[in-house]
């Protein structure tokens, strides 16, 4: 069975620094991309970027691109999302997703809830 | 990059059918076979529907179709059902960015 299970919850302060993670189960990891998006409270999801955990190749949404890293160990096959200092604007749920077949994104992580605050 | 424009809610009686657009750019929707569909539920993770414009995943209800005309692509949910009631979300790939962007969002509410 696919699974994508990412780590939990996270309260943190302003510039902070934060890694979160997105572990993934029953398939072959090195072979998906994975992206992760932002969701703001009430809004709409935000790509922010995509790995490829073969190769390393990564992709930056503009609006996300020097505000986080992506990265992938595939030794624990396991997705990571970092920000070096954190602002309080970065408080939302981020959700890892995996590309299936095409160009769809087919499974789906639990959700991290990042909160920042002072 | 724009998010793609969706209308902001969609109702139905149950047993209706509904459709949903979502409309962007020849540098996306327009350009590339490669619009999806998601689900969501509040609080919960998205969930795909429909990807590269009119395929469905295993396991979803044939309910659920998707096509596209020029820049615009659109999801058809017939016999409408109280558990359809949620957020409906579509992407599509961009040359702009290389990567996804994302639709602004339509709340499904079944009457």
């Known amino acids: 069975e696919v699974q994508l299970v990412q780590s939990g919850a996270e309260v943190k302060k302003p510039g902070e620094s934060l890694k979160i993670s997105c572990k993934g189960s029953g398939y072959s990891f090195t072979s998906h991309w994975i992206g992760w998006v932002r969701q703001m409270p009430g809004k709409g999801p935000e790509w922010m970027g995509i790995?490829?955990?073969?190769?390393?190749?990564?992709r930056y949404s503009p609006s996300f691109q020097g505000q986080v890293t992506i990265s992938a160990d595939t030794s624990i096959s396991t997705a990571h999302l970092q920000w070096s200092s954190l602002k309080a604007s970065d408080s939302a749920i981020y959700f890892c997703?995996?590309?299936?077949?095409?160009?769809?994104?087919?499974?789906w992580g639990q959700g991290t809830l990042v909160t920042v605050s002072s | 990059q724009s998010a793609l424009t969706q209308p902001a809610s969609v109702s139905g009686s149950p047993g209706q059918s509904i459709t949903i657009s979502c409309t962007g750019t020849s540098s996306d929707v327009g350009g590339y076979n490669y619009v999806s569909w998601y689900q969501q539920h509040p609080g919960k993770a998205p969930k795909l529907m429909i990807y590269?414009?009119?395929n469905r995943p295993s396991g979803v209800s044939n309910r659920f179709s998707g096509s596209k005309s020029g820049n615009t692509a659109s999801l058809t949910i017939s016999g409408l059902q109280a558990e359809d009631e949620a957020d409906y979300y579509c992407?599509?790939?961009?040359?702009?960015?290389?990567?996804?962007?994302f639709g602004t969002g339509t709340k499904v509410t079944v009457l």
């Open positions: 997703g995996r590309k299936g077949r095409g160009e769809g994104f087919d499974y």
């Open positions: 790995i490829y955990p073969g190769d390393s190749d990564t």
């Open positions: 590269d414009v009119s």
């Open positions: 992407s599509s790939y961009t040359s702009i960015s290389t990567l996804y962007v």
